[in-house]
Each structure stands twice: as C-alpha cells, then as structure tokens.
T-cell receptor, first 113, second 116 residues
Framework: GAVVSQHPSWVICKSGTSVKIECRSL??????MFWYRQFPKQSLMLMAT?????????EQGVEKDKFLINHASLTLSTLTVTSAHPEDSSFYIC?????????FGPGTRLTVL | AQSVTQLGSHVSVSEGALVLLRCNYS??????LFWYVQYPNQGLQLLLK??????LVKGINGFEAEFKKSETSFHLTKPSAHMSDAAEYFC??????????????FGTGTRLTIIP
C-alpha cells in the first residue's frame, strides 16, 4: 500500500517551453501532497505544499508563477514548470501524506537544453 | 523550528559488519522521526518511523533505530551489512502530523558504501 507514482520519469525540453509533471497516489487519497527539488548529491528542498481544492503554499524563495501547482483531486497533483530554463534542470520528487507519513514518488528528472 | 544533523556524509562498512548512521535532531515540539533510503535516480523509500510509544523501532530490510530524547538522537543501525544496502540515507523530522500540514525537514544525507 501507499504507492505514489510520477509521470514522466524523465523529460528533456527546450529553453522557454513549459513542462508538466504529474504526481498520483495510487491506492490512497491524499489531501496534502508535497513537491521537492533535489540537486545532485544534495538533500531534498521543499518547494511547496499542495492542498486539494485550494492554493498551494510555496516555500520562501520559490517563484509561484514559475512553478505552478494544481491539486485537482484527492489522487492527483501537478507541477508545471513554466518557461523553463537550464537552471531549472533538476530532479523533482513529489510525496503524498497518508496517516501522518509522507510517501514519495520515484522522481522526475528534468533537463532543459 | 526543526533541524536535522547527520554526522558523516559518507560511511563505508564491510559486508557483514555493523551499520551505524547517526542522526541528531532539534525540535520545539514532540518530534516525529523518519529514516528514508534513496537508491540512484529513484525517489525515497520509508525505512522506519518513530511517532509515539516504543522508542526502539524496527523497519524494513533489517534496519532499526532508537529514539533517545535525552540525546536528541535517532541513529539507524543494522547488525550485518549487505551489498544491497549501498544507497543514500536521509533522516527527517516533523511535528505531530495528526491534523496540520507539518513539513518534513531533512538532513543532508549519508551515502553508505559497502565494501565486499
């Protein structure tokens, strides 16, 4: 139980384009999901908390107009990186909270050329 | 405010030897503590957690950790290392998560290498 999926697992895009990443809880409902960013050989940095049916809460320093989060249902949250630039290249990981524990997706590697 | 310190960014142990990964935390509220493991290019997998009750918690793959309030520690151990244990390990802390959107604060991680 408590499986979280992400799609796509990797994506390459051109600078200036937008990329959408999906995070799904497969066998439970999650009112709260989280989006993290991880740089090579570093820890996870929380970007935002996604709440079903309401606006996401962004961490300080994270541009909400650049990283659009939508939590449209109890099993799906999406992160859209708008007008992506090479510095946005990173490993993006989502998690979904269930019974007080965060369960993580497998991550999405974004490369912006 | 909460924080996590993982002593040793790299730990190497021989196959069959004891694994000890250190984690100290700081929290202004009763902490919930977690250990996660990350294999290359993958997400995080929960190894074990402490919320309330018994201070010695057992997790998957033979790992266990003991919550020591007096030492503000939550060290991860495994009696006998296996080659498949080679990975990155993250300790994390949050507040009680019954009703809020309490966030996880992660340590910087410890890369465990197993020597054949």
């Amino acid at each position: 139980g408590a499986v979280v999926s992400q799609h796509p697992s990797w994506v390459i895009c051109k600078s200036g384009t937008s990329v959408k990443i999906e995070c799904r809880s497969l066998d439970f409902q999650a009112t709260t999901m989280f989006w993290y960013r991880q740089f090579p050989k570093q820890s996870l940095m929380l970007m935002a908390t996604s709440n079903e049916g309401s606006k996401a809460t962004y961490e300080q320093g994270v541009e909400k107009d650049k990283f659009l989060i939508n939590h449209a249902s109890l099993t799906l949250s999406t992160l859209t990186v708008t007008s992506a630039h090479p510095e946005d290249s990173s490993f993006y990981i989502c998690s979904a909270r269930w019974v007080g524990v965060q369960y993580f997706g497998p991550g999405t590697r974004l490369t912006v050329l | 405010a909460q924080s996590v310190t993982q002593l040793g960014s790299h730990v190497s142990v021989s196959e069959g030897a004891l694994v000890l990964l250190r984690c100290n935390y700081s929290s202004s509220v009763p902490p919930y503590l977690f250990w996660y493991v990350q294999y290359p290019n993958q997400g995080l997998q929960l190894l074990l957690k402490y919320t309330t009750g018994a201070t010695l918690v057992k997790g998957i793959n033979g790992f266990e950790a003991e919550f020591k309030k007096s030492e503000t520690s939550f060290h991860l151990t495994k009696p006998s290392a296996h080659m498949s244990d080679a990975a990155e390990y993250f300790c994390a802390v949050s507040g009680p998560t019954n009703f809020g959107n309490e966030k996880l604060t992660f340590g910087t991680g410890t890369r465990l290498t197993i020597i054949p």
